[in-house]
């Protein structure tokens, strides 16, 4: 069974930069598409993007300025980097493998809490 | 972009009760819409996939319908553990959006 695990400071200062990475267990990160999706507290999902073991990648429009994905296959890790963080920004975020030939978000991390406050 | 509007909002119901989620998308998107389960401190959980295709280890009593821009999320014999927040999400486009989630009580 696929398992991801996010990890990264829940604490960020305005303007400063948010750096998250996914870690993948029970499973190649290779071949597959890795999604990145966050929800504001007591709100909805927002979609940010996903990337690629290859490293392509497809940015939510709305954050594609500030945003950054990358791939370590060596570690079976994905990352993201957010820079210029707001409180707007403030959310649990999650990381998602997308099924295979479908692109659905299937497995999905337990999520971490990341604040943007000074 | 977009945009799934959800309703209700907000639906408190007794066990055993019939819900139905409809999910309404601002544009067509063929089937390519999903539905989640969310509960309390949870990551959201895959029920259906392309409207109607119940996704494995899924309870039969979950069931989706729809195509285009009208879709639904139909439970029946609703469980006390059914107590959770649906929401809809869409790949027809990018980029991919999800509705505002509606509220399932347990009486």
């Keep these: 069974q696929v398992q991801l695990q996010e990890s990264g400071p829940g604490l960020v200062k305005p303007s400063?930069?948010?750096?998250?990475?996914?870690?993948?267990?029970?499973?190649?990160?290779?071949?597959?598409?890795?999604?990145?999706?966050?929800?504001?507290?007591?709100?909805?999902?927002?979609?940010?993007?996903y990337i690629y073991s290859s490293g392509n990648s497809n940015y939510n429009p709305s954050l594609k300025?500030?945003?950054?994905?990358?791939?370590?296959?060596?570690?079976?890790?994905?990352?993201?980097?957010?820079?210029?963080?707001?409180?707007?920004?403030?959310?649990?975020?999650?990381?998602?493998?997308?099924?295979?030939g479908e692109m659905i978000p299937e497995y999905w991390g337990q999520g971490t809490l990341v604040s943007v406050s000074s | 972009e977009i945009v799934l509007t959800q309703s209700p909002d907000f639906q408190s119901v007794t066990p055993k009760e019939k819900v139905t989620i409809t999910c309404r998308a601002s544009r067509g998107i063929a089937s390519s819409l999903h539905w989640y389960q969310q509960k309390p401190d949870q990551s959201p959980k895959l029920l259906i996939?392309?409207?109607?295709q119940?996704?494995?280890?899924?309870?039969?009593?979950?069931?989706?319908?729809?195509?285009?821009?009208?879709?639904?999320?139909?439970?029946?014999?609703?469980?006390?553990?059914?107590?959770?927040?649906?929401?809809?999400?869409?790949?027809?486009?990018?980029?991919?959006?999800?509705?505002?989630?509606?509220?399932?009580e347990i009486k």
């Design chain 1, 16 to 49: 400063e930069t948010l750096s998250l990475t996914c870690t993948v267990s029970g499973g190649s990160i290779i071949n597959y598409y890795w999604n990145w999706i966050r929800q504001p507290p007591g709100r909805g999902l927002e979609w940010i993007g």
């Design chain 1, 65 to 100: 300025s500030r945003l950054t994905m990358s791939v370590d296959t060596s570690k079976n890790q994905f990352s993201l980097k957010l820079t210029s963080v707001t409180a707007a920004d403030t959310a649990v975020y999650y990381c998602a493998r997308l099924r295979l």
């Design chain 2, 49 to 52: 996939k392309f409207a109607s």
């Design chain 2, 54 to 104: 119940s996704f494995s280890g899924v309870p039969s009593r979950f069931s989706g319908s729809g195509s285009g821009t009208d879709f639904t999320l139909t439970i029946n014999d609703l469980e006390v553990e059914d107590a959770a927040t649906y929401f809809c999400h869409q790949t027809d486009s990018f980029p991919w959006t999800f509705g505002q989630g509606t509220r399932v």
